[in-house]
């Protein structure tokens, strides 16, 4: 059968690779002679790195290896032994294939060259029509040489593409996803242990790239060069700094293709990009790779369930666990108090799995995974401690425990509410130096929401009209109402905590009720002058005026 298919995209030989046995043999001056493939019908993949049309009895001695050798077939030895010692030294020296014509000596290949190659693994081609050599030379050796010109353009541009991103100080993220976009391939940047700290998927999913990664990762033992080794045919580089091994890079095999120069190059200089990004950005990366995977997790930018999942058992997190968010607002000063490393090393010596980053500026984020029959409240103390040792004015608030990694989101959502509603100097609770939802009061609420015009507009309407005969007449008639509102009625409580006499409160109830057009003895409307004067109170504490 004639063998001689065209790649997919009608290109005789991808750019920047050697051709193939098949791409020359697909070329319309070779194609012309019927080319039929006797022997080594699986070996069609072999690179073609030169044509030498030979009629001697020795041809090996002119050869290097990868030459398709062209032969009339005139100079073939007669006899078998002969004939076995021609494919012998064609086949030690590394030929490609021997090409022979059956025009003039021969019609069928003799039995004991196609036995020979056959036993060899040497392909074998027979060409039925007369082909000019010369002109298969001149067009073989072109392509090749254009091959090779290509693969030097697109090698220079690789390496100006990484020395710019050296020279603007690229992140390992960056430097990773150029990767990736540069050899099309999935790219993984991890850590000795086989944590996984950036992965940049191209043509697959995470959960496809990182699913069970520290199994796979040991399974392709770390060489110390750039190589294509394990069970899958992993292309990896190792990563150095300051003269020492940190890590490796994987670049992942796509479906039906293998590994070229350029992907070689591409590793290599990722590798070489991230030596100096290393020295660039003091910040290790293992806790950058816990900033990206909590943003993620807290924002749920994840693609899916099965992804995020992926990534975080990649980095050394259970994924069947519960789960719960702690985030600290490190107060004034705090930012310098560098609690993130701190943090990490305190979870790490009490043996927590956990993720621990920067949320936002001035927000650490703490993803807290447990065994089912481990309370969780413990450590979160352990946490609030250690950060309030840092930082004293800190903040700390917890969500709510999920069950699944994914719902993680919710127990973010929650931490976060916990520190809006929390203001600065709010006093712990006597058991424990965090701060949680059922913490949250009225007052509390209302500290949360002080932003909201309609809370502001709310508060305006009910106490505005008693706020401004206080100011034009110095009375003190809004802090009467706080002692009734507070005394739930009382009004007996209510004076003697105003230091008033009884007639005098009543007084100034009835002034208050004329004045806010209300009546007081109506626990409706005590429920919304308490809500307005909590706010009231609130939001004068947040420009620093005298509470009421």
Same mark, same amino acid.
């Given at each position: 059968?004639?063998?001689?298919?065209?790649?997919?995209?009608?290109?005789?030989?991808?750019?920047?690779?050697?051709?193939?046995?098949?791409?020359?043999?697909?070329? *319309?001056?070779?194609?012309?002679?019927?080319?039929?493939?006797?022997?080594?019908?699986?070996?069609?993949?072999? *690179?073609?790195?030169?044509?030498? #049309?030979?009629?001697?009895?020795?041809?090996?001695?002119?050869?290097?290896?990868?030459?398709?050798?062209?032969?009339?077939?005139?100079?073939?030895?007669?006899?078998? /032994?002969?004939?076995?010692?021609?494919?012998?030294?064609?086949?030690?020296?590394?030929? $490609?294939?021997?090409?022979?014509?059956?025009?003039?000596?021969?019609?069928? !290949?003799?039995?004991?060259?196609?036995?020979?190659? +056959? /036993?060899?693994?040497?392909?074998?081609?027979?060409?039925?029509?007369?082909?000019?050599?010369?002109?298969?030379?001149?067009?073989?050796?072109?392509?090749?040489?254009?091959?090779?010109?290509? $693969?030097?353009?697109?090698?220079?541009? #690789?390496?100006?593409?990484?020395?710019?991103?050296?020279?603007?100080?690229?992140?390992?993220?960056?430097?990773?996803?150029?990767?990736?976009?540069?050899?099309?391939?999935?790219?993984?940047?991890?850590? @000795?242990?086989?944590?996984?700290?950036?992965?940049?998927?191209?043509?697959?999913?995470?959960?496809?790239?990182?699913?069970?990664?520290?199994?796979?990762?040991?399974?392709?033992?770390?060489?110390?060069?750039?190589?294509?080794?394990?069970?899958?045919?992993?292309?990896?580089?190792?990563?150095?700094?300051?003269?020492?091994?940190?890590?490796? @890079?994987?670049?992942?095999?796509?479906?039906?293709?293998?590994?070229?120069?350029?992907?070689?190059?591409?590793?290599?200089?990722?590798?070489?990009?991230?030596?100096?990004?290393?020295? #660039?950005?003091?910040?290790?990366?293992?806790?950058?790779?816990?900033?990206?995977?909590?943003?993620?997790?807290?924002?749920?930018?994840?693609?899916?369930?099965?992804?995020?999942?992926?990534?975080?058992?990649?980095?050394?997190? *259970?994924?069947?666990?519960?789960?719960?968010?702690?985030?600290?607002?490190?107060?004034?000063?705090?930012?310098?108090?560098?609690?993130? /490393?701190?943090?990490?090393?305190?979870?790490?010596?009490?043996?927590?799995?956990?993720?621990?980053?920067?949320?936002?500026?001035?927000?650490?984020?703490?993803?807290?995974?447990?065994?089912?029959?481990? !309370?969780?409240?413990?450590?979160?103390?352990?946490?609030? =401690?250690?950060?309030?040792?840092?930082?004293?004015?800190?903040?700390?608030?917890?969500?709510?425990?999920?069950?699944?990694?994914?719902?993680?989101?919710?127990?973010?959502?929650?931490?976060?509410?916990?520190?809006?509603?929390?203001?600065?100097?709010?006093?712990? !609770? $006597?058991?424990?130096?965090?701060?949680? @939802?059922?913490?949250?009061?009225?007052? =509390?609420?209302?500290?949360?929401?002080?932003?909201?015009? +309609?809370?502001?507009?709310?508060?305006?309407?009910?106490?505005?009209?008693?706020?401004?005969?206080?100011?034009?007449?110095?009375?003190?008639?809004?802090?009467?109402?706080?002692?009734? @509102?507070?005394?739930?009625?009382?009004?007996?409580?209510?004076?003697? +905590?105003?230091?008033?006499?009884?007639?005098?409160?009543?007084?100034?109830?009835?002034?208050?009720?004329?004045?806010?057009?209300?009546?007081?003895?109506?626990?409706?409307?005590?429920?919304?002058?308490?809500?307005?004067?909590?706010?009231?109170?609130?939001?004068?504490?947040?420009?620093? /005026?005298? *509470?009421?």
């Amino acid at each position: 059968m004639n063998q001689h298919p065209p790649t997919a995209d009608g290109d005789p030989a991808p750019a920047g690779r050697a051709p193939t046995l098949a791409d020359v043999l697909a070329l *319309p001056v070779l194609a012309a002679g019927q080319p039929q493939v006797v022997t080594g019908l699986a070996q069609l993949d072999r *690179p073609v790195r030169w044509v030498h #049309i030979t009629e001697l009895t020795d041809p090996a001695s002119f050869l290097k290896g990868g030459e398709l050798v062209l032969t009339t077939g005139m100079p073939l030895p007669e006899d078998a /032994a002969g004939v076995r010692r021609y494919v012998d030294e064609l086949t030690e020296v590394g030929a $490609a294939a021997l090409v022979i014509e059956l025009v003039r000596r021969y019609h069928r !290949p003799p039995d004991a060259l196609v036995q020979a190659c +056959r /036993a060899r693994g040497l392909p074998l081609v027979t060409l039925a029509r007369d082909v000019n050599f010369l002109e298969v030379t001149q067009v073989v050796h072109a392509l090749i040489l254009g091959n090779q010109a290509d $693969a030097m353009r697109r090698t220079q541009r #690789i390496h100006e593409a990484f020395t710019a991103l050296t020279l603007r100080g690229a992140g390992p993220q960056e430097v990773v996803r150029a990767a990736a976009e540069m050899s099309g391939r999935t790219v993984v940047l991890e850590n @000795l242990v086989h944590q996984a700290l950036i992965c940049e998927p191209s043509g697959s999913t995470v959960e496809e790239a990182l699913g069970d990664w520290e199994r796979r990762s040991r399974a392709a033992e770390p060489g110390d060069r750039t190589e294509v080794g394990g069970p899958e045919g992993w292309l990896t580089a190792p990563v150095s700094y300051q003269g020492e091994r940190w890590g490796r @890079l994987a670049m992942l095999p796509a479906a039906g293709a293998s590994f070229g120069p350029e992907h070689v190059t591409v590793l290599e200089r990722t590798a070489m990009a991230l030596t100096v990004a290393r020295l #660039i950005h003091s910040t290790p990366w293992e806790h950058t790779a816990h900033r990206t995977v909590l943003r993620e997790l807290a924002e749920q930018r994840h693609h899916s369930a099965e992804d995020v999942r992926a990534r975080c058992a990649a980095l050394g997190l *259970p994924t069947e666990a519960v789960f719960v968010a702690v985030l600290v607002d490190p107060g004034p000063g705090g930012e310098d108090a560098e609690p993130e /490393a701190q943090l990490h090393r305190e979870l790490r010596s009490a043996g927590v799995p956990a993720l621990v980053g920067e949320l936002s500026p001035g927000r650490l984020g703490v993803l807290l995974a447990l065994r089912p029959d481990r !309370p969780w409240r413990p450590v979160a103390e352990r946490l609030s =401690r250690t950060a309030l040792a840092l930082a004293p004015e800190a903040i700390i608030g917890a969500g709510s425990e999920v069950a699944d990694l994914a719902d993680s989101a919710r127990s973010f959502r929650e931490a976060a509410r916990v520190i809006e509603a929390t203001p600065p100097g709010q006093a712990l !609770p $006597a058991d424990r130096s965090f701060h949680e @939802l059922p913490d949250i009061d009225l007052r =509390r609420l209302l500290y949360a929401l002080r932003e909201d015009t +309609r809370i502001q507009d709310y508060t305006e309407r009910r106490l505005s009209r008693l706020v401004d005969h206080d100011t034009r007449h110095g009375t003190d008639l809004l802090a009467t109402l706080g002692h009734y @509102l507070d005394a739930a009625g009382n009004k007996t409580t209510a004076a003697r +905590r105003g230091g008033l006499s009884r007639e005098t409160m009543y007084q100034r109830l009835r002034t208050i009720e004329r004045l806010l057009d209300t009546d007081l003895e109506s626990g409706d409307r005590r429920t919304e002058l308490h809500v307005a004067l909590t706010a009231l109170r609130v939001l004068r504490a947040g420009r620093g /005026a005298r *509470p009421l």
